[in-house]
């Protein structure tokens, strides 16, 4: 009897014991002040290395920022595409107006032919302060058949190209992607990219207000960027319609050299010369020009700009030049 009393009591022990620690084990959680949960835990993901980058603003200031976005949605005739911001070597902007701004613009445009003289010169003032933001809508304005509006939009088109580049009044209908192995055109479905930027932390930068953006330290790898020395012209290059060619040149301080054409000149116009007509480079000031072989051109309008003047040519082969 005494053995088999020994024998439950130790078993009764032993049931005791393993319920003692079961109660520990599940008491644990709530003695650590931690809710019971039946949820898994949740693992959360690096955050992806934000792109440094350098982007050039409308009025051709700069700035460095991390582009806080992975992807670029960008609308194609071929489909959308989600392009990595880290492929991107290049994106340059389309010419997109705010909402406020295209409204001004419009109606100041209206305003051009007003009774109203002091109508007429408020809206000729203001289309001026817009500079080349208005220069598209004034285009179009001048080809209207009220001759007052006719008359101002010519006087203040000229205006705006004697103080602007040829390249910044052209009128980019797409967004032009560049990635390390193609170059794409669509329209990119943001407005806004999300940057951070050292002055003012996380902001959302308008597409409005950008001309371009490229990685921090691009150029210096990019193999467009071994400037070749200045060829004078650029007849020796005819042949290569398409390519991008950059120059390290000095601008001409004066009229030396033929020059034909305004934005995109004839094949045979001094390189020197068109780069400061183009507004890209002073005289005087050596540096570096981005020069794209066009081909044959239907004709070149002459102007005078920054000191220089061009002469009108016909049909003959051009190129582009670009900062």
């Known amino acids: 009897m005494k053995t088999l009393h020994s024998q439950l009591g130790s078993s009764h022990l032993g049931f005791l014991l393993t319920v003692f620690l079961v109660a520990i084990a599940v008491a644990a959680p709530f003695s650590l ?7 898994p835990a949740k693992t959360v993901a690096p955050d992806h290395a934000a792109a440094s980058v350098e982007v050039r603003y409308i009025d051709d200031s700069t700035m460095k920022l991390a582009v806080l976005d992975e992807r670029v949605e960008l609308v194609t005739p071929y489909g959308k595409l989600l392009i990595p911001v880290s492929a991107i ?8 107006l705010p909402e406020d701004v295209a409204k001004h613009i419009d109606a100041a445009i ?10 007429r010169t408020a809206a000729s003032a203001a289309l001026t302060k ?11 304005a001048a080809k209207q058949a009220d001759p007052e509006v006719v008359k101002r939009s ?54 409005t207000d950008l001309r371009s953006l490229q990685p921090q330290g691009a150029d210096k790898g990019d193999a467009l960027a071994e400037a070749l020395p200045d060829p004078g012209t650029l007849q020796g290059f005819a042949g290569q319609v398409g390519r991008t ?33 183009a507004g890209i480079l002073r005289a005087g000031q050596t540096g570096s020009v ?34």
């Open 130 to 140: 817009l500079g080349e933001r208005a220069y598209p809508a004034l285009v179009d």
């Open 154 to 207: 010519e006087e203040l088109l000229h205006k705006i190209r004697q103080a602007v580049p040829a390249d910044h009044l052209e009128v980019r209908s797409n967004d032009v992607v560049t990635t390390t192995d193609s170059r794409i055109s669509g329209r990119i479905v943001a407005t806004a990219l999300k940057v951070k930027t050292f002055q003012f932390g996380e902001q959302q930068l308008k597409l």
């Open 290 to 323: 981005r020069v794209t072989l066009m081909g044959q051109v239907q004709g070149f309008a002459g102007s005078f700009q920054n000191g220089i003047n061009s002469a009108n040519y016909p049909a003959y082969a051009g190129y582009k030049v670009s900062k």
């Open 110 to 119: 209206v305003d051009l032919g007003h009774a109203d003289f002091k109508k």
């Open 89 to 96: 070597v290049k994106i340059e902007f389309a010419t997109r």
């Open 245 to 277: 060619y950059v120059f390290r040149i000095t601008g001409a301080g004066m009229q030396q050299g033929g020059l034909w054409g305004t934005g995109i000149y004839t094949v045979d116009s001094s390189l020197a010369l068109a780069a400061v007509h």
């Open 33 to 39: 002040g931690q809710a019971p949960s039946d949820k």
